[in-house]
């Protein structure tokens, strides 16, 4: 849906008239320096988070995107900010202005700071977004299953700041090499 939208120049962002419409025209006025990359193009299956690092997301399709992420059901970009406390109107804007228009977004942050969150919460309302705050774990989990049910959703995740590793973790993590070293072997 989006993909088709989007054509990245350079590192310009091109917007298709025709494909795209803007809801609110004057809702930006900028002067050009907003930045889109287009990391991943369309697929047969919606995207899907399958597991997350400090230093980003890797998706279904087996890609890693390090940062944090704008992820949609058919595309991600990297979303340029760098912590909760970047978080504000301006950085959510771009959620507003996409046609189809997005029923819910969901914020995944690597904090559990009252005060960042309040904030946040702020920042939404004042662009007039509907969104879930949660922590990263819960917003790819959240994302994943209302993707999944073909609802119109929006995923807005940062990478955690630690993640703790357990014993099931290890394991899955040695089958998997495992299982690629005597693929090689073959």
Known sequence: MITNRLRQVGTKLKINPFSLSVRNKAAYEGDGKTTVRVINQEQE???????????GF???NGITVLGPIAIFPRTILSWQVRTSQDINESSLRFFKLLE???DLLVMGLETNDRNVINSVF????EVKINMEILSTEHACATFNFLNAEGRSVAGAILPPLHVEVNEDD???SKLHYQNLYEKDLH
Do not use: E, H
Not at 45 to 55: H, K, Q
Not at 122 to 125: I, Q
């Open 58 to 60: 890797r998706l279904n």
């Open 122 to 125: 702020r920042a939404s309302r």
């Open 170 to 172: 290890m394991l899955q």
């Open 100 to 102: 189809p228009k997005i």
């Open 45 to 55: 299956l919606g995207l899907m988070i399958d597991s997350y690092a400090t230093y």
